[in-house]
C-alpha cells in the first residue's frame, strides 16, 4: 500500500495541478485476466482542460503488432497508442505516458482484448487519469494573443503594451489611427509613430471628405518606407479609395507620384501592416483645388482634343478604340464616338462606356449538322475566336472552319469569308464495296450499303430513285408524272423490297412534300413516242439521317463527256428473268454495263403502231450481253465508273428512261443524261430552299 501511494505521490508531483479522477484497470487485476476478456472506458475534460492517463503497471501477452492482447487508448477518436507485453515502470513513466494525453477540453478512450488463449498468466494493466487546467500560453501555439498572453484554470486572455488596445477580436493588438478629417481643405497625415517604426497589426482609415465643386490632392514626402516582399508584393500597403475606384496598393521605396489627383471630394485614405517589420512608414500633405476632369473619359477610348486636363464647360469628342463601341445604358449601338462636356464636379456628362463590339451567336443553320467545336457558349466578342466542324462523319465542311469576331460586328474568316460554312453530304462513297458482277435479269443480289443511294418507289408506279442529297431525290420524270406532291412514299437503306415496314430498324421511309418535273417534259397522251427531259426532283418532307446504308450519289460535272464503251452500274427492283419468265424481284440487283455508240443508240425501237422512238441528246444507250435493265426499274441510276472495289466517288450519269422490251433480247437500256440538267438540278433547288 504504501509503495503504490508513494508512485501515486511521484505521478502527481509531476503536474501541481493536476486533480486525480479515478482509476482504469484490466479485468481480474492483479490475479490476471481471462481469456476473451475485454474493456471499453472513455472519459472527457472540462473546456479548457486535457484528460491524461498514467500507467504505472503493464504485463500483457506479447505478439508482432500486438495482434493477440493489447490495450489500445484514441485521443478524440483517433489511435494514439498500442500497447503490449510488459514494460517497467521508469519505461511506462518517460516513453508511454507522456503521449496518453486529450487534447483541450477534448475526451480519451481506451479500449482493452484479449484472445482464446494464453501461455502463461498475465496480470494485466493499472493506471489513474487525471484531469488538469491547459495552459494555452505556453503549450498552444495557436493561441492568437500578438503581444501578451495570459493564463487562468480553464481559459486565457491577451493583453497589449502601452499605447496599443486589443481589437474586436480580443486576440489582436492595434493602434488608434483612424481619423475622420472632413471639412479640412488642408493637412498632414502620417502613419502610426512616424517618423518612428509604424505599429504592427495596424488598420488605419483616415476619412477626407470637402465640397463638391472640389477635388483633393495628395503631396507625398519623399521619405516613404512601406513594408514589401522580395518579389514585389506588398506586405503591407497604403491604397487610396475614391468613389470612382482604389488606387494602389503603394509599398517599397517609392512614394505615390505627387501631386496625386484623387479627382473626388470624398476620399478614404486606408494603411494596413502585419505583425512583423520595422518599417518606418509614409507622410503626406492633402489640400484642395478646383475639380478638372480626367484626360481620359472612359476606357479604351481617345478624347479630342487631347489635353492633360479639362476644365468645366470644356467638350470633347470621345472615339472609342478600334473593335469598340459606345454603349448607352445598357444597350450597345453602332457608333463609336459621342459628344461629352466637363462638369463642376469633374465628372464628364454623359458618359459612356466603350464596350468590345459583340458579333453575337454565329448564324448556324438549326438542322445541327454544322456545329461550333468546344464550347456551347462562345465568347463572341471583337478579336474572339470560333471554330466550325461537321458533326456527322456524312458530311463535310465546304468554306472555311475558323472565324474571328471582327472591329464590324462581323465573323470573318482568315480568307476574309463573312458567310458561314456549309456542311455538304458526303456523296458516292459507299462503306461496302462491289466486289461481284451480275445482271438485273436474273442477275447478281446487292449487298445491304453496297448501293446505299438507290431508293425503291412501290406505288402508284414500281420504279426507283437516286438520293442526291439528305432533303432531295431524282427520277425519271414519267414514274411520278401523275403523282400529287405529297402522296409519293420511297423506302431506303433496304436491299430486300420485302422489308419495307416500319418494323424492320434498316429501313427509312421518307414521304414527298414536292415533285419538281422538268418544264420541258412532255407527257404523252397516245402510244408514247418521246421520253425527252425524263427527269423529276423530288423534295423530301424531311431531312433524312444518313448512315452507312443510306447515302447520296454525286451529281456528274456538267461539262463531262461521256464515251463509247465506257462502262457503269445499273440497279433496281425490276423485272428480272426467272425459271418461268419475268418475275419482279424483290430484291435489289445490279449490272455492269457499257455505253452503247452514237449510231446504235440512234436506231431506236419502234412502237406497236409502228412510230418509231425519238432519240435525243439528253439520252444515252447502255447494255451488255444479257444484261440490261427492265420494267419497273425506271428511275433508277445508272452510275459511273463501274463499281469496284477503289474507284469512288460514283456519279449519277443516267436514270433509267426506257427501252425495247427486255424479252426481244436487244439488251439496249436508254438512259436520261444528267451532266445535261446538273445546272437545272442545282438551280431548282438553290431556289426552293432559299424561298
Not at 431508293?455 to 408506279?461: N, V
Amino acid at each position: 500500500m504504501m509503495l503504490r501511494l508513494s508512485l501515486l505521490l511521484l505521478l502527481l508531483s509531476h503536474s501541481a495541478s493536476s486533480m486525480l479522477l479515478g482509476w482504469v484497470e484490466s479485468p481480474g487485476y492483479p490475479s490476471g485476466y481471462l481469456p476473451h476478456a475485454s474493456l471499453n472506458w472513455s472519459r472527457c475534460a472540462p473546456k479548457g482542460h486535457i484528460l491524461s492517463i498514467r500507467l504505472i503497471h503493464l504485463d500483457l501477452e506479447d505478439s508482432q503488432d500486438c495482434e493477440n492482447d493489447a490495450v489500445k487508448v484514441y485521443s478524440n477518436g483517433n489511435l494514439i497508442s498500442v500497447l503490449c507485453g510488459e514494460r517497467e515502470f521508469e519505461e511506462l513513466q518517460s516513453s508511454v505516458n507522456p503521449l496518453l494525453l486529450s487534447s483541450s477540453g477534448g475526451c480519451l478512450s481506451l479500449s482493452f482484448h484479449s484472445d482464446y488463449s494464453n501461455t502463461k498468466r498475465h496480470t494485466g494493466f493499472r493506471g489513474f487519469y487525471t484531469n488538469r487546467d491547459f495552459d494555452e500560453c505556453h503549450d498552444d501555439p495557436d493561441n492568437g494573443c500578438t503581444q501578451f498572453c495570459h493564463n487562468f484554470i480553464g481559459g486565457y486572455y491577451c493583453s497589449c503594451r502601452h499605447g496599443y488596445h486589443l481589437d474586436q477580436d480580443k486576440h489582436t493588438c492595434t493602434v488608434s489611427c483612424s481619423e475622420d478629417l472632413s471639412g479640412l481643405k488642408q493637412g498632414y497625415i502620417s502613419s502610426p509613430s512616424w517618423p518612428a517604426s509604424y505599429a504592427e497589426n495596424a488598420n488605419c482609415q483616415h476619412t477626407l471628405s470637402v465640397d463638391d465643386h472640389l477635388q483633393l490632392e495628395l503631396h507625398f514626402s519623399e521619405d516613404f518606407d512601406v513594408e514589401q516582399s522580395p518579389d514585389g508584393q506588398c506586405i503591407d500597403a497604403l491604397r487610396i479609395e475614391t468613389p470612382s475606384g482604389t488606387l494602389g496598393p503603394f509599398c517599397g521605396h517609392t512614394p505615390p507620384p505627387s501631386p496625386l489627383l484623387t479627382h473626388s471630394n470624398h476620399v478614404h485614405i486606408r494603411f494596413t501592416s502585419d505583425g512583423f517589420g520595422t518599417n518606418k512608414g509614409f507622410t503626406l500633405h492633402f489640400k484642395t483645388r478646383d475639380k478638372v476632369c480626367p484626360a481620359v473619359v472612359t476606357p479604351h477610348s481617345t478624347a479630342t482634343p487631347q489635353q492633360p486636363e479639362y476644365h468645366q464647360g470644356q467638350t470633347v469628342a470621345v472615339t472609342c478604340e478600334l473593335g469598340y463601341v459606345v454603349n448607352t445604358q445598357g444597350t450597345q449601338t453602332l457608333s463609336s464616338q459621342y459628344m461629352t462636356t466637363c462638369q463642376t464636379t469633374g465628372i464628364w456628362t454623359p458618359n459612356y462606356i466603350c464596350e468590345p463590339v459583340d458579333c453575337g451567336f454565329p448564324n448556324i443553320p438549326e438542322d445541327g449538322i454544322l456545329q461550333l467545336v468546344g464550347s456551347d457558349n462562345p465568347h463572341t466578342q471583337y478579336k474572339d475566336q470560333i471554330q466550325l466542324n461537321c458533326r456527322s462523319k456524312y458530311y463535310t465542311l465546304e468554306g472555311d472552319d475558323t472565324y474571328t469576331c471582327n472591329a464590324n460586328g462581323e465573323w470573318i474568316s482568315s480568307r476574309g469569308k463573312t458567310e458561314m460554312p456549309k456542311c455538304v453530304e458526303v456523296c458516292g462513297t459507299p462503306e461496302r464495296q462491289t466486289t461481284s458482277v451480275g445482271r438485273i435479269l436474273g442477275g447478281q443480289n446487292a449487298n445491304l450499303g453496297q448501293i446505299p443511294w438507290h431508293l425503291l418507289i412501290k406505288s402508284p408506279r414500281r420504279g426507283g430513285a437516286s438520293l442526291i442529297n439528305d432533303r432531295w431525290a431524282v427520277t425519271a420524270a414519267h414514274v411520278v408524272e401523275n403523282v400529287e406532291d405529297t402522296s409519293l412514299r420511297l423506302y431506303g437503306g433496304l436491299v430486300d423490297g420485302r422489308t419495307t415496314s416500319n418494323r424492320f430498324s434498316n429501313v427509312v421511309v421518307m414521304d414527298s412534300e414536292r415533285i419538281i418535273i422538268h418544264p420541258n417534259y412532255v407527257k404523252d397522251t397516245a402510244e408514247r413516242t418521246n421520253f425527252d427531259n425524263d427527269i423529276a426532283l423530288i423534295r423530301l418532307a424531311s431531312r433524312v439521317n444518313l448512315g452507312p446504308n443510306l447515302l447520296p450519289i454525286c451529281l456528274p460535272e456538267a461539262n463531262r463527256t461521256l464515251v463509247e464503251h465506257e462502262q457503269g452500274t445499273i440497279s433496281g427492283w425490276g423485272k428480272t428473268e426467272g425459271t418461268t419468265g419475268f418475275v419482279t424481284s424483290y430484291m435489289l440487283k445490279y449490272a455492269h454495263i457499257g455505253v452503247y455508240s452514237l449510231t446504235r443508240c440512234q436506231d431506236t425501237p419502234s412502237t406497236s403502231n409502228r412510230k418509231r422512238m425519238i432519240f435525243t441528246n439528253n439520252m444515252f444507250c447502255a447494255g451488255a450481253p444479257g444484261k440490261d435493265s427492265c420494267q419497273k426499274d425506271s428511275g433508277g441510276p445508272f452510275v459511273s465508273p463501274m463499281l469496284s472495289e477503289g474507284s469512288e466517288p460514283y456519279s449519277l450519269t443516267g436514270i433509267v428512261s426506257w427501252g425495247p422490251p427486255c424479252r426481244d433480247g436487244q439488251h439496249k437500256g436508254y438512259y436520261t443524261k444528267v451532266k445535261n440538267y446538273v445546272d437545272w438540278i442545282k438551280d431548282t433547288i438553290d431556289k426552293i430552299e432559299k424561298s
